[in-house]
């Protein structure tokens, strides 16, 4: 079986929560790389922190809907954390901040996706 046909196969079978996670894996292993990545490959750097922010912009956007079943609490804390996530990651452009942050917003949202998936 070829990979795009395995990627697709495997697509069809997760959950929204587990793509959202797969999602959010892939985007932290990219910022993980480009937190490691010379201060001059500055493609790498943009590149990571433009997906991540894109992400974010996405999921503010999806909360801002009012379809959207979470809680107005949760909404609204998504929709801080994405502003805070496009501000962080404007210093982090300017090396007046590092990675580390945006990393751990990541992982714990990973965290908190892994636990809805198996109470799920």
């Not at 992982?107 to 996706?113: A, C, D, K, N, S």
Request: glycine fraction near 4%; charged fraction near 30%.
């Amino acid at each position: 079986m070829s990979l795009r046909a395995y990627q697709q196969a495997a697509t069809r079978t997760e959950n929204p929560r587990e793509v959202e996670y797969r999602l959010f894996g892939q985007v932290t292993r990219a910022l993980m790389e480009a937190s490691q990545a010379d201060e001059s490959d500055i493609q790498t750097r943009i590149k990571a922190l433009d997906w991540n922010r894109r992400v974010w912009s996405a999921l503010a956007t999806d909360c801002a809907l009012p379809e959207n079943t979470m809680t107005k609490e949760l909404r609204a804390s998504i929709i801080s954390l994405s502003i805070w996530v496009g501000r962080h990651s404007s210093l982090v452009m300017r090396k007046e901040e590092d990675f580390e942050p945006l990393i751990e917003i990541n992982r714990m949202i990973m965290q908190g996706l892994a636990g809805r998936a198996e109470a799920a």
